[in-house]
């Protein structure tokens, strides 16, 4: 049994202004369409994020997928999507140490290592 997908790259924007380049694997049936650049869509993926990034891309395996419908090619396109202020992690992992407090003596944060089946294989990331 043969399994297809579309491969699509993209970018990861954080609320800090970072950009991080990423490459979006999504199953597609045979002789499905393929998506017109520029389109927008949530995704709900499983992401392997290498510790070079962002010379490195990130690898995102999608399990569901939902375009933001609409005319690529109007202005109101974009401002039809709603607002979506951060991205949303869920995962199961160790802190591998302890939390630290950044300088700024108010936010602190730790380290989650997490490890899944992405993209042909076994993927270990941390996420800070």
């Given at each position: ?84 202020l ?30 899944d ?12």
């Open positions: 049994m043969k399994t297809y997908y579309c491969i699509y790259t993209t970018v990861l924007h954080s609320t800090g202004g970072v950009s991080l380049p990423a490459e979006l694997h999504i199953y597609s049936p045979f002789n499905d369409v393929v998506l017109p650049d520029e389109t927008v869509g949530y995704v709900v993926v499983k992401a392997y994020i290498p510790s070079t990034t962002p010379e490195e891309k990130i690898l995102l395996e999608a399990s569901h997928f939902f375009p933001v419908p609409g005319d690529l090619s109007l202005e109101a396109y974009e401002q039809s999507i709603p607002d979506c951060s991205l949303f992690i869920v995962s199961l992992g160790t802190v591998p140490m302890w939390m630290e407090t950044l300088s700024d003596s108010i936010t602190r944060v730790f380290s989650v290592a997490v490890s089946y992405v993209r042909d294989g076994m993927r270990s990331s941390v996420v800070q």
